[in-house]
């Protein structure tokens, strides 16, 4: 007598979940985001121009301050009861 050999069904493809960060990019973001890498833009020309005041000082505000501050910047599409 012949054995039937099982029946293997394919695996479907799990859908991927997007996890929710928390953030909400928009617009504002984008502007402090382009303000952050002219700044860096602009303190790498004065750099190279031999200015030792003028470029650690755009370098560090676009750094520190405007790019960080572009991943923080909330909209007002934010939830409130965050």
């Known amino acids: 007598m012949a ?24 617009r504002t973001n984008n502007i402090v985001l382009g303000l952050g890498v002219g ?7 004065a750099l190279s121009k031999g200015s030792t005041t003028l470029a650690p000082a755009l370098l560090v505000l676009g750094y520190v301050g405007l790019i960080p ?9 934010s939830s409130a009861g965050e």
């Open 3 to 26: 054995q039937a050999k099982p029946i293997v069904k394919a695996r479907s493809a799990k859908k991927m979940v997007e996890a929710d960060l928390g953030l909400n990019w928009g």
């Open 39 to 45: 700044v860096l833009i602009l303190g790498y020309v």
């Open 69 to 77: 501050a572009s991943l923080v910047v909330r909209g007002r599409a």
